[in-house]
């Protein structure tokens, strides 16, 4: 499951890192715990003071200012229709809370408690005595079991999230459990602690003007939060700032200790990334993180960077795999052949790209999990050999004699050979070409694509890729579009290929039924993007999530990520293990950073002696 906090209809975003989690328990009997982990025990004791990579003397102030692009509409989390605003997340808390120098380990937050059975068949929270709304009424058992069913209700993502959840119910003055309908999800009892507990109260009242508030409608009334922020003001579409709130219930919990620095934090909206890397120029917000190789060698040449006054940082990535691609919509019957999808993969010359494009500053991806041990290398063995031969029958040969790899181009001889292949394959799936265009024998269909896209650096990408396609008689339009419209079409299934991905944590587990599972693939807003239907699929991630044991989960993501790969859902594109960020030089940060997130802005402060020098204002 993804490690951040979740929050529905903002799942475009969730390509941020997030961990997923489970607990720790004895075998013998059930005991009430201060910390969840899937990997062993945790690090932090239960009368920790603080985490290792804060600075618990962090001065509080200042104004930190970031950017998204497009627009919102609405402050409502919950359904999936509109545009939360950007960092809505900083109005609630969750039950846990991830440690960012621990894989897939949390601590309690809303609750100060957790206990599950050996079995894990449900799990039980406690609530904290002190927890309050910024109303200052106390956060109950009522408010978690309602967000939780609203959640289930309205959002048909996290309805299938949580299929496993049977009910949830209140068992103490402060306790809620959850009662899941079978034994052996590992997973299940820590990710319904990630979703943000909502104010009952609040949503079930009126509004100042004596109207009845509706959670399964779009608002910009300001919601009733209990996190570390409250919103201080907005204009619709274009910008919200949150202030610290001074009267925060938890900000002296261990968890929060060095945390929540800034007394601002604003999001500015902008068109488009280039309006944005101007805006960023002209001082119009702090913080940057670069996605364009182009912008990172070539776009930052301006004075103030060369004066000192801007910070060009690179942080390493070890918190996540990442699959980013050409995804074909497998809902098409033109791509249902995996020839045909492998004779894309073919054209594309990535070692030409990167070195034209991106000033070779990447690597091609070949696997879901690329750049962490959750990759399939080599040719399976041991456990995962086991685990792949209770699908053997129903996945690609290769699986078991041949290792994956990506098309290698690079030279005019490599390109043409390529091409070649690309020709061979869609020969065999039955097309040929007849005046200049690809055309299916059967049917006398030439064989077009649309590619939808959302953003003009992916259109100067495509672009490249086009003329190979334009070669094989392939016609291909591209159609950039809206972040609003995009979104749109992805939900509805719109398109024919779309550049997309799946972000993965270091413990995947019940998230994966939604990137590729059958039950996923018609279901409006998934994230199953490419709609397979393949029951070795199904099987492994089923595997995935009831793994046993550590040893289990990884031979089970390797055979997943093996069979993935060799049925060509995807042309792979390329990625770098490290983040690029660049900021104007108004922050302070702890000495020695957290191993899987570099914190911003959360445990980093407003120093005022550098935004002097800068031009910047508390």
């Known amino acids: 499951m993804p490690a951040r906090r979740i929050f529905p209809s903002v799942l475009a975003r969730a390509l941020a890192l997030l961990l997923p989690l ?23 004791p239960a009368d920790f003071k603080r985490f290792d990579y804060v600075n618990p003397n962090a001065p509080k102030g200042g104004l930190v200012r970031l950017s998204e692009e497009g627009s919102f509409d609405s402050f409502n989390f919950v359904i999936p229709r509109g545009t939360p605003a950007a960092g809505i997340n900083l109005l609630y808390d969750t039950l846990s809370t991830p440690s960012l120098d621990e894989a897939a380990t949390e601590y309690g937050l809303l609750a100060e408690t957790v206990k599950y059975p050996p079995d894990y068949s449900s799990v039980t929270y406690k609530l904290r005595a002190e927890a309050k709304w910024a109303d200052g009424k106390p956060v109950t058992a009522e408010d978690v079991i309602w967000s939780f069913e609203k959640l289930k209700e309205l959002n048909p993502n996290q309805r299938f999230y949580y299929q496993h959840v049977a009910k949830a119910e209140k068992t103490g003055e402060r306790e809620v459990t ?19 507990v909502l104010p009952k109260h609040w949503w079930t009242g009126k509004d100042a003007n004596g109207k009845q508030r509706d959670i399964a409608s779009g608002t910009l009334e300001p919601p009733l939060g209990s996190g570390a922020y409250k919103i201080k003001s907005f204009v619709p ?38 309006v944005e890397l101007e805006a960023f120029k ?24 060369r004066e000192g006054k801007v910070i060009l940082e690179t942080f390493p990535e070890r ?18 052949d995996p020839k045909v999808r492998l004779a894309f993969n073919y054209a594309l010359d990535f070692e030409d790209m990167n070195k034209t494009l ?82 299916n024998v059967k049917t006398g269909e030439p064989l077009t694509i649309d590619i939808l896209l959302s953003s003009p650096a992916m259109e100067r990408v495509t672009l490249f890729y086009k003329p190979a396609l334009d070669r094989l008689g392939i016609g291909v339009t591209m159609r950039v579009v809206d972040s609003s419209q995009y979104i749109n079409r992805v939900r509805s299934r719109d ?124």
């Open 22 to 44: 489970a607990f720790h328990l004895p075998a013998q009997a059930q005991e009430w715990r201060h910390s969840l982990s899937l990997l062993g025990t945790s690090k932090y």
């Open 178 to 196: 959850f009662t899941f309908d079978a034994p052996g999800n590992r997973e299940l009892p820590q990710i319904v602690g990630q979703f943000a």
């Open 237 to 274: 579409g274009r910008t919200i700032a949150y202030e610290r709130d001074p009267n925060y219930w938890g900000k002296s919990l261990p968890v929060n200790v060095g945390k929540n620095n800034f007394d601002e934090i604003r999001y500015e909206y902008f068109r488009d990334d280039t």
């Open 282 to 305: 002209a001082d119009q917000y702090d913080f940057r993180s670069e996605n364009s190789a182009k912008n990172w060698a070539t776009g930052y040449d301006f004075p103030a960077k």
């Open 319 to 336: 918190a996540r795999g990442i699959m980013q691609a050409y995804i074909f919509n497998l809902r098409r019957e033109k791509f249902q």
């Open 358 to 439: 991106f000033y070779g500053q990447y690597k091609r991806i070949n696997s879901y999990f690329e750049g962490s041990e959750l990759k399939a290398e080599g040719l399976p063995s041991g456990k995962e050999l086991e685990i792949l031969e209770t699908v053997r029958d129903k996945v690609p040969p290769e699986v078991f004699t041949k290792v994956h790899t990506e098309p290698v181009g690079g030279s005019e001889e490599a390109r043409r050979n390529n091409l070649r292949q690309s020709l061979r394959l869609l020969k065999e799936a039955g097309y040929e070409i007849r005046n200049g265009k690809m055309t």
């Open 495 to 618: 398109y024919d290929i779309i550049v997309g991905g799946w972000a993965q944590s270091l413990s995947p587990g019940n998230e994966q039924r939604d990137y590729f599972g059958s039950t996923a693939a018609d279901r409006e807003g998934s994230r199953n993007y490419a709609g397979i239907k393949n029951p070795a699929v199904d099987a492994l991630i089923e595997r995935v999530i009831y793994a046993k044991d550590r040893d289990e989960l990884v031979a089970a993501t390797k055979a997943l990520d093996r069979v993935l790969m060799w049925n060509e859902y995807v042309v792979p594109m390329w990625t770098i293990d490290y983040s690029r960020t660049a900021r104007w030089d108004r922050f302070g940060r702890p000495e020695k950073l957290p191993r899987y997130s570099y914190g911003f802005p959360s445990i980093w402060w407003y120093d005022k002696a550098r935004a002097e020098k800068t031009g910047g204002k508390p």
